[in-house]
């Protein structure tokens, strides 16, 4: 996505919050050169976009994507009776 314009990679980062791929997201994002991000967070303009930047931005907070991976690797290690 990095090599697309900063709207074009904010409509595609879209599609995919719309289909509750939002981990991926927040990797994504968080895997882009800074700047780059940067421009890509600021076609976040309407209503309805601030709102899912701002979900982004908590999963961001929330140590997102690493949090969900060591939560899986723990579920899967766990014994049976455990789960």
């Given amino acids: 996505l990095e090599s697309l314009a900063p709207d074009q990679a904010k409509d595609q980062l879209m599609k995919m919050i719309d289909s509750q791929r939002m981990v991926d997201v927040v990797a994504i994002l968080k895997g882009m050169a800074i ?5 890509v967070m600021g076609e976040f303009q309407d209503q309805a976009e601030s709102d899912k930047l ?12 690493m949090r969900s991976v060591i939560e ?3 579920t899967q290690s766990a014994p049976p009776a455990e789960r």
Avoid at 35 to 39: D, F, G, M, V
Avoid at 54 to 65: A, C, D, I, K, W
């Fill in 35 to 39: 700047e780059k991000r940067k421009k």
């Fill in 54 to 65: 701002n979900e982004v931005l908590l999963q961001f907070l929330e140590g997102e994507p």
């Fill in 72 to 74: 899986n690797a723990r």
